[in-house]
């Protein structure tokens, strides 16, 4: 029985990242031997067994065959007579296919290392095909790594396996759980780009591809097309470090645009509600945690005002903030604000460079109106029908009390708003 470490494990010590997860192979071995030994099994579909003290994986070497089509009709076989090598060709990259044995010796039969100085994802055999979860799982890892770039003949290899209908068996789940995580990534509009490459987002996510270009005014959005735009947005979400939910409404918050009637562009008047009703269904199909739902409905439906904060009147200010929630949900409205900033830098020019005071202005206008006591007003009037009117008339006064200050940060200032009058 011998032992190899494999796959990211191998990949990111070649890379001289830090090594988070490792997996191993046990080439030579039955699931008698192993238990024998001590190992706990957790393989569902193949055997895999837990370490007895380091709670490692380690699964018996296998080879599969596809038997049905999509993600899950695979057929695996387990035998101590198959070989390392044989595992590691049903591997996805090259990058991927590589494994240290015991003796410190690094196995690489498929060029893996090569690969990864020329900085290239290349499958490791014809069995990609087989799994069009390796598709998602391609692009996820350009968001990760961005300096890479796909092979050509892997590149045409997905394209073949998006015309042949595989990505649509992927279920909703698992292209939420790839999403999800790519977008998580340093450069997670190369995972856009991987997937329209290939063909695939047309059919996961064409309400994205379909922004592709459509124009937008370059007076606003000096890069013109709004898909690009969309990436830029994502990319500075990242750069910035927000969480998940705040990513998927920055990728999602102009989809009505993809539906503006072609002889008014590239304005795109009113987009805001189109891209409401869609972003809500995009999150509804891919079945999206309510976190993320919630906050990217919010962000399309709400963008366009917020970024003309600075002009709005202090009961517009106070009626955003009841609308959106934002007194029983502080967080979600300044998560959506987060958003907005990254859609006003995410464009190319000078603007990404901007300031985005309408930020901080609707962030002190939140403190401002919770700081009214809703309930001291309430026990003060007799006619508890009138509590309602007369709280809302009490955060207004707040709100244009704070744009009175010379200090308040709700001032009238002569700076157009970037995105409403497109």
């Known amino acids: 029985m011998k032992t190899y470490c494999v796959g990211g494990a ?7 990242l830090p090594v988070k997860d490792r997996d191993w192979v046990v080439v030579g071995a039955t699931p008698e031997a192993l238990l024998a030994q001590g190992y706990r099994p957790v393989g569902k579909d193949f055997p895999v067994f837990l370490h007895p003290l380091t709670h490692e994986e380690y699964a018996l070497a296998r080879t599969e065959r596809k038997t049905a089509p999509g993600y899950a009709g695979f057929v695996f076989h387990t035998d101590p007579a198959v070989t390392l090598e044989e595992d590691l060709a049903r591997r996805d990259l090259t990058i991927n296919a590589m494994a240290r044995g015991e003796d410190g010796v690094l196995r690489d039969p498929y060029g893996g290392q090569a690969d990864l100085q020329a900085r290239i994802f290349r499958h490791v055999s014809p069995a990609f095909a087989e799994d069009p979860v390796r598709i998602l799982r391609m692009a996820r890892f350009a968001a990760r790594f961005a300096d890479f770039r796909v092979a050509p003949e892997t590149l045409q290899l997905m394209q073949a396996m998006v015309t ?12 939420w759980q790839e999403l999800a995580r790519g977008l998580m990534e340093a450069r997670p509009s190369r995972m856009i780009e991987v997937l329209r490459d290939c063909g695939a987002l047309a059919r996961i996510l064409p309400e994205l591809d379909r922004l592709f270009g459509i124009p937008q005014p370059a007076r606003y959005h000096p890069e013109i097309d709004t898909g690009a735009h969309q990436l830029l947005v994502l990319d500075e979400a990242a750069a910035t470090g927000q969480p998940l939910a705040v990513r998927l409404a920055c ?10 009637p072609a002889h008014i562009l590239p304005h795109h008047y009113g987009h805001e509600a189109a891209s409401e009703t869609l972003a809500r269904d995009v999150c509804d199909r891919l079945k999206c945690p309510a976190d993320c739902r919630d906050l990217a409905v919010m962000t399309a439906r709400e963008h366009g005002i917020v970024h003309q904060a600075l002009q709005l009147r202090p009961e517009t200010v106070v009626k955003l903030i009841e609308r959106c929630d934002g007194l029983r949900r502080p967080a979600r409205f300044e998560a959506m604000l987060a958003a907005c900033a990254c859609d006003h830098r995410g464009r190319g020019g000078d603007a990404a460079r901007r300031a985005y005071p309408q930020e901080a202005c609707l962030l002190a ?17 007799e006619d508890k ?8 008339q009490a955060r207004v006064a707040a709100v244009r009390a704070l744009s009175a200050s010379p200090t308040g940060g709700v001032t009238k200032i002569d700076i157009f708003p970037c995105g409403e009058r497109q």
């Open 365 to 381: 206008a939140l403190s401002a109106v919770r700081q009214v006591d809703a309930g001291a007003i309430a026990r003060s009037l």
């Open 251 to 260: 990728l999602f918050h102009d989809l009505g645009k993809g539906l503006t």
């Open 164 to 175: 042949a209908g595989e990505v649509d068996a992927l279920v909703p789940e698992r292209v």
């Open 385 to 392: 029908s009138r509590i309602p009117a007369v709280v809302h």
């Open 10 to 16: 191998i990949r990111d010590e070649l890379l001289g």
